[in-house]
């Protein structure tokens, strides 16, 4: 299990990504469109093969059978950090503390996924447990886009049970855990100097 991305959640994608460039004073390039879940992004290009997703709810699409991914659903009030997601080798073979999940096929433009959402649409952990990802084929949006700069020096996940998560995920490069309220923070090294993102 290795960190792939993190992802900033907003009512609208115009809030989520204003929130990152006001945040680290980088533009967002754009992204598109997850059919499957009725979303949208704009995308940060990450030294070390890294990326950082603005995600919101697409107006313009229909509204998904399922519940959409990252809990989008039930977001409200100010755009912020709210998830991340780490890329695996064999998601068929991973299971989470509440048990399986069935991985679903995704696909946007070129690029091809396979990832494990919770029927509830919600992750464990008070959603932060990392959403799990793998890549079908050798794309990969980090290598698709421009260098901002900007480079993740540590992601850290707050949570009551902060202890127990790091327990069950194992040592993960740059990610550290704390016990506190629920919150992600995430430092990075950007043409500004660091720059904090929650």
């Not at 695996?88 to 509440?98: F, K, L, N, Q």
Request: net charge negative; hydrophobic share 40%; proline share 8%.
């Amino acid at each position: 299990m290795q960190l792939d991305h993190i992802a900033i959640s907003g009512e609208t994608l115009e809030a989520a990504a204003a929130h990152v460039e006001q945040a680290l004073g980088v533009s967002l390039q754009q992204g598109g469109k997850h059919a499957k879940f009725g979303t949208h992004n704009r995308l940060l290009g990450l030294e070390d093969g890294l990326y950082l997703e603005a995600i919101a709810v697409d107006p313009d699409a229909p509204t998904p059978e399922q519940p959409r991914w990252f809990d989008l659903d039930r977001f409200s009030g100010h755009a912020r950090l709210t998830n991340w997601i780490c890329r695996v080798s064999d998601i068929g073979a991973v299971t989470m503390p509440d048990g399986p999940v069935a991985p679903i096929d995704l696909d946007r433009g070129a690029l091809r996924w396979r990832m494990a959402v919770p029927q509830s649409g919600r992750l464990p952990f008070d959603n932060l447990y990392p959403a799990l990802i793998q890549w079908q084929g050798d794309l990969h949006p980090a290598r698709m886009l421009q260098a901002s700069g900007c480079r993740l020096r540590r992601l850290v996940v707050y949570h009551p049970d902060a202890l127990e998560l790091a327990r069950i995920l194992g040592p993960l490069e740059r990610v550290a855990f704390d016990t506190g309220p629920t919150a992600l923070r995430a430092e990075f090294d950007t043409p500004h100097g660091l720059r904090v993102l929650e």
